[in-house]
Nanobody, 123 residues
Framework: QLQFVESGGGLVQPGGSLRLSCIASGGTLDNYGIGWFRQAPGKEHEGVSCISRSDFATYYADSVKGRFTISRDNAKNTMYLQMNSLKGEDAAVYYC????????????????WGQGTQVTVSS
């Protein structure tokens, strides 16, 4: 079973950028659909973006379209989320996970979450 370690979060001003990284272990990343999820205080986990196995589909939540870009480097077993033009509502703990990914939707595989990485957007 894949396990993930997220990094790259931090404090950024509105309009700023961050790149999150997610290193996978316990399997080969390119055999899986993978995605980014986030959880803001008091809210449920939300699917942000995903990329399917074999990269035939990607999905972005409407709230991040045009601002976030998901990518992966299979040689490094690593996934990234480039986040530009950050807004206050993007503040959350971000998690990566194996995901079912279609071009219009995504869902998480499995029940457990990693430690996540905190993104704070504030001036």
């Amino acid at each position: 079973q894949l396990q993930f370690v997220e990094s790259g979060g931090g404090l950024v001003q509105p309009g700023g950028s961050l790149r999150l990284s997610c290193i996978a272990s316990g399997g080969t990343l390119d055999n899986y659909g993978i995605g980014w999820f986030r959880q803001a205080p008091g809210k449920e986990h939300e699917g942000v973006s995903c990329i399917s196995r074999s990269d035939f589909a990607t999905y972005y939540a409407d709230s991040v379209k045009g601002r976030f870009t998901i990518s992966r480097d299979n040689a490094k077993n690593t996934m990234y989320l480039q986040m530009n033009s950050l807004k206050g509502e993007d503040a959350a703990v971000y998690y990566c996970a194996a995901a079912h990914c279609w071009d219009r939707d995504m869902s998480k595989e499995g029940d457990s979450w990693g430690q996540g990485t905190q993104v704070t957007v504030s001036s």
